[in-house]
C-alpha cells in the first residue's frame, strides 16, 4: 500500500534516513586525512558541559611532524537528548560566509514574516542544514589559510626532522606515503624504509 502524502502540512525536508551531527562529522575527518596524505590527521573528539545539557563534537587537523600539534577547525553542539538544533562554531568562519548559508537555508521556509520562529545564523534544524552550514565552514577563505599553513609547517618540520636543507627537499612528498630516495652512488644507504 501507498501513501500519499500532500497538502504541506510536513516540513519538506523530512525523510527517513537523516544523520546525526557525529554521523556527518566523521567522514569529514577521514577526508582530510586522505586529502593531506597524512601530513593532516582528522579527528573527532566528543564531550559534553559539567551540567550535561550539550554534546560537543570538535573536529579538528592533527600535524603529527609538529609534535601532533591539534588545531580546532570547527565544533557542533546540540542538546544531550537531541541531535537537531545542532549549532555550529567554526572560529575560521567568516561572519558573512554563514550568513549567506542561512539566507540559503531561509529560502525554503514557508513563513519569514511577522512571529516565524527565529533561527540563529549558525543554526541547523536538520542534517541537510548542517552539511550546508560545514561545507561553508570548511571552504571558507580562512580555513583554506589555516589548512595550508599547517601543511607547510609540518612538511618543513619533516624534512628538517630528515637533515635535509628546504632547497634539497623542494617537491618532496612527506607523510605516511612519502616515497624515499636511495642515497647518491657511493654513499651508504643508511635511510630506514617501510617494509613492503
Given at each position: 500500500?501507498?501513501?500519499?502524502?500532500?497538502?504541506?502540512?510536513?516540513?519538506?525536508?523530512?525523510?527517513?534516513?537523516v544523520?546525526?551531527?557525529?554521523?556527518?562529522?566523521?567522514?569529514?575527518?577521514?577526508?582530510?586525512?586522505?586529502?593531506?596524505?597524512?601530513?593532516?590527521?582528522?579527528?573527532?573528539?566528543?564531550?559534553?558541559?559539567?551540567?550535561?545539557?550539550?554534546?560537543?563534537?570538535?573536529?579538528?587537523?592533527?600535524?603529527?611532524?609538529?609534535?601532533?600539534?591539534?588545531?580546532r577547525?570547527?565544533?557542533?553542539?546540540?542538546?544531550?537528548?537531541?541531535?537537531?538544533?545542532?549549532?555550529?562554531?567554526?572560529?575560521?568562519?567568516?561572519?558573512?560566509?554563514?550568513?549567506?548559508?542561512?539566507?540559503?537555508?531561509?529560502?525554503?521556509?514557508?513563513?519569514?514574516?511577522?512571529?516565524?520562529?527565529?533561527?540563529?545564523?549558525?543554526?541547523?534544524?536538520?542534517?541537510?542544514e548542517?552539511?550546508?552550514?560545514?561545507?561553508?565552514?570548511?571552504?571558507?577563505?580562512?580555513m583554506?589559510?589555516?589548512?595550508?599553513s599547517?601543511?607547510?609547517l609540518?612538511n618543513?618540520?619533516?624534512?628538517e626532522?630528515?637533515?635535509?636543507?628546504?632547497?634539497?627537499?623542494?617537491?618532496k612528498?612527506?607523510g605516511?606515503n612519502?616515497?624515499?630516495?636511495?642515497?647518491?652512488?657511493?654513499?651508504?644507504?643508511?635511510?630506514?624504509?617501510?617494509?613492503?
Amino acid at each position: 500500500m501507498t501513501v500519499s502524502v500532500s497538502g504541506g502540512f510536513w516540513p519538506s525536508d523530512i525523510k527517513p534516513d537523516v544523520q546525526t551531527p557525529l554521523a556527518i562529522l566523521k567522514p569529514r575527518a577521514d577526508e582530510l586525512t586522505q586529502l593531506t596524505r597524512g601530513v593532516l590527521v582528522g579527528q573527532v573528539s566528543t564531550v559534553t558541559d559539567k551540567d550535561k545539557t550539550w554534546v560537543f563534537h570538535n573536529l579538528d587537523a592533527v600535524a603529527p611532524a609538529l609534535n601532533n600539534l591539534r588545531q580546532r577547525l570547527v565544533t557542533v553542539k546540540h542538546p544531550i537528548r537531541t541531535p537537531y538544533p545542532a549549532f555550529v562554531d567554526a572560529q575560521l568562519v567568516e561572519e558573512s560566509s554563514l550568513e549567506r548559508v542561512r539566507q540559503v537555508i531561509a529560502r525554503g521556509v514557508p513563513y519569514l514574516g511577522p512571529g516565524a520562529p527565529s533561527k540563529e545564523r549558525n543554526e541547523a534544524s536538520s542534517d541537510e542544514e548542517l552539511i550546508e552550514l560545514l561545507k561553508e565552514a570548511l571552504n571558507s577563505p580562512k580555513m583554506k589559510s589555516t589548512l595550508v599553513s599547517l601543511i607547510a609547517l609540518a612538511n618543513e618540520a619533516a624534512r628538517e626532522g630528515n637533515g635535509e636543507k628546504p632547497e634539497e627537499s623542494a617537491g618532496k612528498q612527506v607523510g605516511p606515503n612519502a616515497e624515499f630516495d636511495k642515497p647518491p652512488p657511493g654513499e651508504p644507504d643508511t635511510a630506514e624504509r617501510p617494509e613492503e
